[in-house]
């Protein structure tokens, strides 16, 4: 089965590296790779696209829409919980592929039992990170973030908050990414190093009008895995210490 960012979770599951916990509060569970956190930044769709062979083309295979998707931005992972997943558009996901809106009785007892709608994609799984400014009034702000999963190509794509600078996020992430791969205990050779370090002195992607912009990662591992290669702690507590100057 494919890795979907996008589930269905209830406080009391198993922590995991895969997937995300919740607390009986419906907050996000923290690890100690997480580290410095930003956010919630705020989304108000988000849709999981598989790469379809037989086609050709990408199909959706799970979204939800009209909502308020809360988003943190951490040292591991871009993790994202949403409680009231039921409203506007609805769910649509799982195994049965159910549309399931406001009225549905299903949802309404599983609002009562405490369950949130969450996701993460660990850095470590990313092999882009593309963005979308907004152009004009009927532009939006965009994020798109490309991995693998049993050796198909997917990707999650959130609608953001309007007064978020996409552009910004995804180069912030882009080097959360390369900072995360350099700190984890699975070791680079000559040439992936060197296309992590030419990735950061690239800068900031301009995006160009009509595409994406993009940033692209040398190597990265199938979504669901690599919790082997995880540092002892956040990259930031993780980095070398300067030595002390005793003069």
């Not at 949403?82 to 049965?96: P, S």
């Not at 309007?162 to 882009?174: C, R």
Request: hydrophobic share 40%; aromatic share 10%.
């Amino acid at each position: 089965m494919v890795y979907s960012p996008l589930t269905v979770t209830e406080p009391g599951e198993p922590e995991s590296f895969a997937y995300p916990s919740i607390t009986e509060d419906l907050n996000l569970v923290w690890d100690g790779l997480d580290g410095d956190i930003i956010g919630p930044i705020h989304a108000s769709a988000a849709s999981v696209h598989l790469y379809d062979n037989n086609r050709s083309q990408f199909r959706k295979i799970a979204s939800v829409e009209d909502v308020r998707i809360d988003c943190y931005v951490t040292e591991s992972r871009f993790a994202m919980i949403c409680e009231k997943y039921d409203k506007g558009g609805g769910w649509i996901g799982g195994g049965a592929a159910l549309v399931l809106n406001a009225g549905s009785k299903i949802l309404a007892a599983n609002r009562r039992r405490g369950k949130a709608l969450t996701g993460h994609l660990r850095y470590a799984w990313l092999r882009q990170i593309l963005f979308q400014r907004k152009e004009g009034f009927l532009g939006m702000e965009a994020l798109r973030f490309v991995y693998q999963s049993e050796g198909a190509q997917m990707y999650l794509q959130l609608t953001l908050d309007k007064t978020t600078d996409s552009a910004a996020l995804a180069h912030e992430l882009m080097e959360r990414t390369v900072a995360y791969r350099k700190a984890d205990t699975d070791p680079f050779d000559s040439e992936e190093a060197e296309a992590f370090e030419r990735l950061l002195a690239a800068g900031r992607v301009i995006q160009e009008k009509g595409t994406m912009g993009k940033y692209e990662f040398p190597t990265s591992w199938p979504a669901g895995s690599a919790a082997q290669f995880a540092p002892p702690a956040a990259p930031s507590k993780n980095a070398p210490q300067e030595p002390e100057n005793r003069n």
